[in-house]
Every structure is written in C-alpha cells, then in structure tokens.
C-alpha cells in the first residue's frame, strides 16, 4: 500500500501546528500557576526524566515540557518530509526550515527561562518565540493545504 506523502506530510504538520497552540495554552497555566520553577533543572526535572507527578505544580510544568517536545517532534519531521518529499517545493521546505530555526531558538530560550530563574525579558522572550513559532507552524499548515506547486522548467 503506498503512502499518500502529500496527505501524510499535511497531518504531521497540522498536527505541529495544534501542539504549537497547546503548548503556549500550557504554558500560560504554568504561568498562571506559578509553576514556571516547579522543574528547576532542564532538560530533567529534578534530575529525573519522569519526575513525581502528584505535585500539581511539577505535573503542570512537566506536561508543558512533554507538549513542546511533542511540537518538536512533528516539527523536525515535518521539516526532514518536507526535505526528502517535497525539496522542489521551495515554499515548503523554506517555511519547514524557518520555523524549525524559530523552534530551536525558542528551546534554547525555554531552558534559560529555567537557569535564569524566570527572568522577565528572558520569560517575555520565551514567549514571543513561542508565539512566532505557532505563527509558522500555522503558516506551514496552511501552504500544505494548498494544491502542489508546479516544477519550474530548468533553464538552459
């Protein structure tokens, strides 16, 4: 049975998209909660890589970690689809290359929200890119949707 690659492609970046949104509704509960140190270290929580969940305040932060990793994951595969399936579709593979940069910038600024101690400019930051990277991911959805673009004809 083949895969329908363009199909499949469209699913994982939606899917992307809709972790993007839940991970900042989560992290605004995190926030809300005052839960933004419950895990003090990263990428482990309390040195542990499935900490005690019966402290609302860790299950909270913990289930922010897990959705974000969860737009990780279909972000980077999304990307390495669009790379291997779809590399004449210069729409997708840019936009699959920019929001993973988003992405990796926004990860790198979610761990220093961590050892900063919840700085604001850090936390505010955090959010921003958080922001943009749904922006894309959304952006990315709905170009996926879009009928394929035609191969331009090499010129000689």
């Known amino acids: 049975m083949a895969v329908d690659r363009r199909r499949f492609f469209r699913v994982v970046v939606i899917f992307a998209a809709v972790f993007a949104y839940s991970t900042i509704v989560v992290g605004g509960t995190v926030r809300s909660m005052g839960a933004g140190l419950a895990c003090p270290d990263w990428p482990l929580c309390h040195g542990a890589i499935v900490p005690n969940l019966a402290d609302p305040h860790i299950a909270i932060e913990y289930t922010h970690r897990l959705v974000a990793a969860l737009t990780s994951l279909f972000l980077f595969v999304g990307m390495v689809l669009a790379l291997l399936w779809f ?4 729409r997708l593979v840019t936009l699959s290359v920019m929001t993973v940069s988003v992405l990796v910038t926004q990860v790198t600024v979610g761990a220093l929200t961590i050892t900063s101690r919840l700085d604001p400019l850090v936390v505010t ?10 922006g894309f991911s959304l952006i990315l959805a709905i170009v996926s949707l879009w009928p394929a673009a035609a191969p331009t004809p090499m010129s000689g």
């Open 125 to 134: 930051t955090h959010l921003a890119l958080g922001t943009a990277t749904f």
């Open 87 to 90: 590399r004449h579709e210069v």
